[in-house]
């Protein structure tokens, strides 16, 4: 069975950075369409940054591009997000999510697209 484990999330002081974790275990990222997703209090669940099957096309939401990065190590089966550059705006739970059986030709940016999600960890920014 596929699970996800993320972890990394916490408090931190605007400015500042962190670096989200995503393992995997049951199937290899190498053949996934991997993203992080985030909600807010009172919001819907939305895009953050997304990668493709190959790892070499990668989206971001407007506010975190410049600041937020999506790696991934296929060794370990993990996924990243740092972020840099941390905004009160930032603050959120966050997700991550993988893809399998979509074409390498299309990367996916809908939560309703994504097949497995983590439990959510928990980032907040101060002012």
């Known amino acids: 069975q596929v699970q996800l484990v993320e972890s990394g999330g916490g408090l931190v002081q605007a400015g500042g950075s962190l670096r989200l974790s995503c393992a995997a275990s049951g199937r290899t990222f190498s053949t996934a369409s991997l993203g992080w997703f985030r909600q807010a209090p009172g919001k819907e669940r939305e895009f953050v940054a997304v990668?493709?099957?190959?790892?070499?096309?990668?989206y971001y939401e407007d506010s975190v591009k410049g600041r937020f990065t999506i790696s991934k190590d296929n060794a370990k089966n993990t996924v990243y997000l740092l972020m840099n550059s941390l905004k009160p705006e930032d603050t959120a739970v966050y997700f991550c999510?993988?893809?399998?059986?979509?074409?390498?030709?299309?990367?996916?940016?809908?939560?309703?697209?994504?097949?497995?999600w983590g439990q959510g960890t928990q980032v907040t920014v101060s002012s």
């Open positions: 990668m493709s099957k190959s790892g070499g096309t990668k």
């Open positions: 999510a993988a893809q399998w059986g979509g074409t390498y030709a299309y990367t996916p940016r809908r939560g309703n697209e994504y097949n497995y």
